[in-house]
């Protein structure tokens, strides 16, 4: 099937763009109500900005335009930021971001040289009016961020589109296949597309992305993975509060999922038998889960103590501390000497163990990480991860290690080894981008 003439795609997706927002609206203005910040600063989101970002932008110097959309991608954009200042300090950047999360994990990126604001609703007028108004050199796109009107206007102005640690599951490929002759005028429009990895290279060029942008540069997760802790020191802190300070073998489960606590817990009641200095800290995924995992951890026999409670009713060796504050997951895997990955064993599509990987610490997961199918294979390929099939042999792994302290450190420096091996894909990505953005910069002045 040829490709839609682009004049009838840009109409067709106008159309259907508004009335699938008018038919989201009650949602939308629901969202609005409960967050604050979404309301106050709702002309961002239409290309209309305050009257300070509009002096900044009126500076001869036309900023570059980061989009990163959440919490995940803004991280990843501290990372390009922190490489591009290293390579051009006085780099003019705007960053836009589509939560409130994402504007909070913006903030120390802030200064004289760099301003956020929320991105523009992919109306047309909203993108028309911030074109207009921002004039970047180039726009660069974190992961898979794909928005047509954007697109559109950054050719209509002669803007170059990147797109940085870009990755694409087998879902997203199949989709894109489907839908082939709708997306690839818009894939097209692509100058330079940075992937994670050779699978994804593949995806990418089979979706239809133009296999002449494609480049293999590495995962940037990595890199965020090494961004200094906000709180060091805090693990030991709790692990001492716990009175966790007399030898005893700390298992941590991260990011943990619905019925892995109640899988980790059982584990520990059968292996404490040949294994006393055995402990578990329970970190989950949603915090708001804490009431029904306590009730679901009552009929394990463990004593269990509440993170929250331990600086007034800590020191007492509890068997498991469930974490009920949040933020502190980072922080805590230093102190771990073993670590499970959650959503890998009652979930789907895994979590992230990069930190863990970060800090030598041993890792062992569950069959479930779609999503990290790339960094499992570079972490089998080097033996710095143990994965096991089932909960039962979840615990036969457990116990091997914890019966080996020599093979249970090598697999942290496995784990350690291979982290330090995939550093600087940011630093790469850079490089690229600040020698793409020279030629764009010496092209606009010839104009």
Known sequence: MSSIPQPLLKIGYNVLFTIG???????????????????????????????????????????????????????????????????????????????????????????????????????????????????????????????????????????????????????????????????RPVLQLFDWIGVQSPEDMRRFAMAGFPEEHLHLMGSMKYDVAALASDHPGKGLEVRQAAGWDQGQVLFLGGSTHPGEEKILAELVRALRGKHPELRLMLVPRHVERTSSILAELRGTGLRVMRRSDLESQGGSDPEIVLVDTTGELRDLYPTADLVFIGKTMSGTGGQNFLEAARYGRAIVAGPHMENFMSLRREFEETKGIRVAGSAEELERVVGELLANREEREELGRRAKACFQEHLGAGRRCAEVLIGEIAKSERSSARD
């Not at 979404?38 to 009126?58: A, I, S, V």
């Not at 760099?114 to 970047?136: C, E, G, K």
């Not at 974190?142 to 640690?165: C, D, H, S, T, Y």
Request: aromatic share 12%; net charge positive.
């Open 21 to 183: 927002f008018a038919l989201t609206w009650p949602y939308l203005t629901y969202l609005i109500w409960r967050r604050q910040p979404f309301w106050e600063r709702l002309g961002e989101r239409l290309g209309h900005y305050p009257p300070d970002l509009k002096e900044w932008l009126k500076d001869p110097k036309r900023p570059i335009w980061i989009h990163a959309v959440s919490v995940g991608e803004m991280l990843l954009a501290r990372v390009l930021v922190r490489e591009l200042r290293a390579l051009r300090p006085n780099l003019r950047i705007l960053l836009t971001t589509g939560t409130p999360t994402g504007r909070r994990m913006g903030e120390p990126l802030l200064d004289p040289q760099t301003r956020m604001v929320y991105a523009p609703t992919d109306f047309y007028y909203s993108m028309l009016r911030a074109f207009r108004r921002i004039r970047p050199t180039a726009l660069i796109l974190v992961e898979n961020e794909i928005w047509p009107n954007m697109l559109w206007r950054a050719q209509k102005m002669g803007v170059k589109v990147f797109l940085v640690n870009s990755r694409l599951s087998r879902r997203n490929r199949r989709l894109f296949r489907i839908a082939r002759s709708f997306v």
